[in-house]
């Protein structure tokens, strides 16, 4: 399916996550203090435990969890339909989602990665940047299709970690970055005119 800006029309996010949530909780504050210019209208936990729950509960927006299975993704796709979502945003989200569910979703799928793609992918990116003694790294933002942190890239912003001394200083230090590129990529994404050329993402 080709995708531009023309497949959005409510400008409503809906964030996945597993756990701590301190990317969502970042969304929200810049919802907030209309920063993202979009409408953060539910969060879904495939773990009923999480943390990043207690600020859908602060927010007073709608959440719903339930573990990701096969057999639920109809509902979570009919939920996500009677909302009206456009994008689903994936913070910290520990599941992989279906090729079936990717497929069925009329909407775009972005997914925030804590190393500079095509490098570093899946788990501890920062300790695996890290461990490799690379002197910078950094956030990527991108489409979710079938590849493993493999679909096209929305944004990235490198940061210098030569300093760092340890995986946990890497990861701080990312992870406030990613608190701020990932509303900046959504707000691309909602407010630009934009389309994909090849592997590129083109915006004016
Ligand atoms: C972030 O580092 C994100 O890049 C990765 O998982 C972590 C989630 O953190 N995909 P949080 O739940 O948003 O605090």
């Known amino acids: 399916m080709e995708i531009s ?5 409510s400008r409503r996010v809906a964030v996945f996550i597993s756990g ?3 990317n969502l909780k ?10 993202l210019n979009g409408e953060i209208s539910f969060i879904y936990s495939n773990e009923k435990n999480a943390l990043g729950l207690n600020y859908a509960k602060k927010f007073n927006k709608d959440f719903e969890s ?3 299975k096969k057999k639920n993704e109809g ?4 939920i996500l339909k009677a909302k009206n979502i456009d994008i689903i945003a994936l913070a910290g989200f520990m599941k992989i ?11 775009l799928i ?17 300790k695996q940047a890290y461990d490799y003694g690379t002197k910078i790294s950094g956030v990527t933002v991108h489409f979710v299709d079938n590849d493993l942190d493999g679909g096209i890239i929305i944004k990235q912003r490198a940061i210098n970690i030569e300093n760092c001394g340890n995986a946990d200083a ?13 509303t900046e990529a959504l707000n691309i994404l909602l407010t630009k005119k934009w389309h994909i050329e090849g592997r590129h993402f083109i915006y004016e």
């Open 97 to 107: 989602l279906s090729s079936h569910f990717i497929a069925k979703f009329k909407g």
């Open 26 to 35: 970042a969304m929200l504050n810049n919802e907030k203090n209309r920063i």
């Open 75 to 78: 509902h979570l796709l009919r």
């Open 20 to 22: 701590r949530g301190s």
């Open 5 to 9: 800006y023309k497949n959005l029309n």
């Open 66 to 68: 339930f573990p990701y």
């Open 170 to 182: 890497v990861t701080k230090k990312i992870l406030r970055l990613e608190h701020k590129i990932y």
């Open 110 to 126: 972005v997914n925030i990665h804590p190393a500079l793609l095509p490098s570093f992918p899946g788990l501890n990116a920062q």
